[in-house]
């Protein structure tokens, strides 16, 4: 079976550290080791991406927006464009219509804040 092959090639290349003097290769060495259990992930659970691109891109419109305006005002601002941002990237990965799902939270009855 491939997977098994490829756990085993893994294996077999962490069994043979490399050269302590080179040591961003040596770094990059040891994290494997100790994150080698969640490395193949997507190998055994079907549904799991081989990459983390849809991770890159929810973020990059956070980037955008300090870029754009260079930063958030205030925390609170921030959370908020994080809320929305959230509601508005579940609701396409979720294959939904945004501005439906937009309209329908901005007719819910807002919670009286008691502070």
Same mark, same amino acid.
């Given at each position: ?15 043979? %550290? $490399? @050269?302590?003097?080179?040591? *961003? ?14 490395? &193949? ?7 799991? %991406? $081989? @990459?983390?691109?849809?991770? *890159? ?14 930063? &958030? ?43």
């Amino acid at each position: 079976m491939e997977r098994t092959r490829i756990v085993q090639r893994l294996k077999d290349l962490l069994e043979k %550290p $490399p @050269d302590k003097e080179y040591k *961003e290769l040596y770094k990059f060495y040891k994290r494997m080791c100790k994150e080698r259990q969640h490395l &193949f992930t997507f190998l055994f659970i079907e549904g799991v %991406p $081989p @990459d983390n691109n849809a991770s *890159e891109r929810a973020i990059r419109n956070v980037k955008v927006k300090q870029k754009i305006s260079g930063q &958030f005002k205030n925390q609170r601002t921030a959370q908020n464009f994080a809320k929305i941002r959230s509601v508005i990237d579940t609701t396409i990965k979720n294959d939904m219509n945004v501005l439906e799902a937009l309209t329908l939270i901005a007719k819910l009855q807002p919670r009286l804040q008691t502070d």
